[in-house]
């Protein structure tokens, strides 16, 4: 599942149950920060320090970034997160 660009944060635990097992979450959207450098501004579509890994606490991440990027300028969360599989044995992701 991929999501960019969106935030609705009373959607965002169903978005993470809906991974299913062994399935990718791919999520990055903006962050508090952002107001400074542009739009999105309100803090009704940003996210708070840390809040997109909260939100995925029930999936194990594999890589997490929170801050500011270049080009183009804005603040950002991004996360790479799996489900593993029932029965499986330890996940192994490349990287």
């Not at 599942?1 to 903006?30: D, Q, S």
Request: hydrophobic share 45%; net charge neutral.
């Amino acid at each position: 599942m991929v999501v960019t660009n969106y935030l609705w944060r009373p959607l965002l635990p169903r978005i993470v149950e809906a991974v299913a097992p062994g399935g990718v979450l791919l999520y990055e959207t903006f962050a508090l920060g952002n107001e400074t450098v542009g739009k999105p501004s309100r803090p009704d579509f940003l996210l708070a320090h840390g809040e997109l890994l909260q939100a995925c606490a029930g999936l194990h991440v594999v890589a997490y970034e929170d801050g500011f990027q270049d080009a183009p300028p804005r603040f950002a969360q991004r996360i790479a997160a799996v489900r593993g599989a029932p029965g499986a044995g330890p996940a192994r992701y490349p990287l």
